[in-house]
């Protein structure tokens, strides 16, 4: 039984498991690996939050937030926003998450962490998103509320 020689199989198995490009010239003895990287996508026409928002989890002093758009586009880069404070006509504090977009998938699912929260405490947000060059996808929920336990 004769076995198969394998050094012109190894790059193609780390193209097909990567996604990405492989370059090579048959005389070098190195190849050299080029991801994809995607422009970014087009801006969706409206936003809209699809779900939520709503509490993800809350724990002590410490809250998730979760709310569903549809693709907001743009830059890969996003954050999710909470603007939150115990006065809903002054939410001054603010807590963002980074995300990145999946320019495959129709809608991004954000989850914003807040930390600090003072116990038995009822506390007001609202919850957008934004470009990670701080361009705002053009939209914000109405004004939520929580009690902290």
């Known amino acids: 039984m004769r076995a198969l020689p394998l050094h012109g199989l190894l790059p193609l198995a780390i193209t097909v498991i990567a996604g990405g490009v492989l370059l090579s010239n048959p005389t070098d003895a190195q190849t050299v690996y080029q991801p994809k990287i995607l422009p970014p996508a087009k801006p969706a026409g409206r936003v809209q939050i699809t779900e939520g928002p709503a509490l993800e989890s809350v724990r002590d002093n410490t809250v998730i937030i979760r709310w569903t758009n549809n693709n907001p586009g743009g830059s890969?880069?996003?954050f999710g926003v909470v603007h939150y404070g115990t006065d809903p006509g002054n939410l001054s504090q603010v807590a963002k998450s980074h995300i990145r977009l999946n320019q495959n998938h129709a809608e991004t699912v954000f989850r914003v962490r807040i930390d600090g929260l003072k116990p038995q405490t009822t506390y007001y947000y609202t919850v957008d998103s934004m470009q990670g060059n701080g361009k705002d996808d053009g939209v914000k929920s109405?004004?939520?509320?929580?009690?902290?336990?």
């Open 76 to 78: 890969d880069e996003h």
């Open 142 to 149: 109405s004004v939520c509320r929580f009690v902290n336990p």
